[in-house]
């Protein structure tokens, strides 16, 4: 098969369209994807020039460029380029040289599209020309946008569910501190109370002797024995509720003064951080869990 053959075969088959243009803008020729890509005949697209077509290319005119040297001829000794008469070609075909294809948006038939231009500047029987593939990559762009938004719609959601998280912690370190404070105050309460019931226990076996002096030492005895029993069952009450008190307290003073020391580190705190000593993770966790952390 010859490379002409072969040549009339991609003109066909491929999905971009392929223009000759001449010096001046002209569209000497075009391939039938045009048919897909601009909705429009080959007849329709030769003889016209690019911006007939992609009105959107004739702001690139205005654009700053090197020139570049036409392909398939020779550079003078001198270095002067050849330059065409169409501004916005040769500008397409130094951008090409230095950053490959340039992709665009525009309008197709009143429909918004993404176009991409491999444009190149051929050296042809000593006269200037440009070939231009045109491919439709709006599909491929609208994928790009899409994922762009999903990513910038995440990053959001993260931003806001960690404002949210933060906002939650801030609220979680004030309750711990107001807890903790509090039960400070109330401990201390407590402990005053706790020794002035002793003290009612440990004075009653006088005040009975003193308001009843009838009493006989017999009789006195057996009250004292009785109030010394339910002194030691009080005190062992007494033992067990402060095992308590002091547990849950100084778990509270725990939690506290971590907050404090730690500052902002202490919104991302797990519970073994300070779950130490006769704390056990178990508890804490009751203890949040008793609080609605």
């Given at each position: 098969?010859?490379?002409?053959?072969?040549?009339?075969?991609?003109?066909?088959?491929?999905?971009?369209?392929?223009?000759?243009?001449?010096?001046d803008?002209?569209?000497?020729?075009?391939?039938?994807?045009?048919?897909?890509?601009?909705?429009?005949?080959?007849?329709?697209?030769?003889?016209?020039?690019?911006?007939?077509?992609?009105?959107?290319?004739?702001?690139?005119?205005?654009?700053?460029?090197?020139?570049?040297?036409?392909?398939?001829?020779?550079?003078?000794?001198?270095?002067?380029?050849?330059?065409?008469?169409?501004?916005?070609?040769?500008?397409?075909?130094?951008?090409?040289?230095?950053?490959?294809?340039?992709?665009?948006?525009?309008?197709?038939?009143?429909?918004?599209?993404?176009?991409?231009?491999?444009?190149?500047?051929?050296?042809?029987?000593?006269?200037?020309?440009f070939?231009?593939?045109?491919?439709?990559?709006?599909?491929?762009?609208?994928?790009?946008?899409?994922?762009?938004?999903?990513?910038?719609?995440?990053?959001?959601?993260?931003?806001?569910?960690?404002?949210?998280?933060?906002?939650?912690?801030?609220?979680?370190?004030?309750?711990?501190?107001?807890?903790?404070?509090?039960?400070?105050?109330v401990?201390?309460?407590?402990?005053?109370?706790?020794?002035?019931?002793m003290?009612?226990?440990?004075?009653?076996?006088?005040?009975?002797?003193?308001?009843?002096?009838?009493?006989?030492?017999?009789?006195?005895?057996?009250?004292?024995?009785?109030?010394?029993?339910?002194l030691?069952?009080?005190?062992?009450?007494?033992t067990?509720?402060q095992?308590t008190?002091?547990?849950?307290?100084?778990?509270?003073?725990s939690?506290?003064?971590?907050?404090?020391?730690?500052?902002?580190?202490?919104?991302?705190?797990?519970?073994?951080?300070?779950?130490?000593?006769?704390?056990?993770?178990?508890d804490?966790?009751d203890?949040?869990?008793?609080?609605?952390?």
């Amino acid at each position: 098969m010859r490379q002409s053959d072969l040549f009339d075969i991609l003109k066909v088959v491929a999905d971009f369209a392929i223009l000759s243009i001449r010096s001046d803008g002209i569209i000497e020729s075009a391939t039938p994807p045009v048919r897909v890509i601009f909705n429009k005949n080959e007849g329709e697209i030769e003889g016209k020039t690019l911006v007939d077509v992609i009105p959107e290319t004739e702001m690139l005119a205005m654009m700053e460029f090197t020139p570049v040297e036409a392909r398939g001829g020779m550079a003078m000794m001198d270095d002067d380029i050849q330059m065409s008469d169409c501004s916005y070609l040769e500008y397409l075909a130094a951008y090409v040289q230095e950053n490959g294809s340039y992709e665009m948006q525009a309008q197709v038939e009143g429909e918004e599209r993404w176009l991409k231009l491999s444009t190149y500047k051929l050296l042809h029987e000593d006269e200037l020309m440009f070939t231009v593939l045109v491919s439709d990559i709006t599909k491929r762009k609208h994928t790009e946008i899409e994922i762009k938004q999903l990513n910038e719609n995440l990053e959001q959601r993260v931003q806001e569910r960690t404002a949210e998280l933060q906002e939650k912690s801030e609220q979680i370190k004030k309750v711990v501190l107001s807890c903790g404070n509090e039960l400070e105050n109330v401990n201390e309460t407590y402990q005053q109370m706790k020794e002035q019931q002793m003290d009612i226990f440990e004075g009653i076996s006088g005040k009975i002797s003193a308001e009843i002096p009838e009493l006989d030492k017999s009789n006195l005895e057996k009250i004292h024995e009785v109030i010394q029993g339910e002194l030691i069952r009080s005190m062992d009450l007494y033992t067990q509720d402060q095992i308590t008190d002091q547990k849950f307290l100084m778990t509270m003073m725990s939690l506290k003064a971590l907050f404090e020391n730690t500052g902002s580190a202490g919104e991302n705190l797990q519970t073994q951080e300070f779950a130490e000593g006769e704390q056990s993770m178990s508890d804490v966790d009751d203890l949040l869990d008793s609080l609605g952390i």
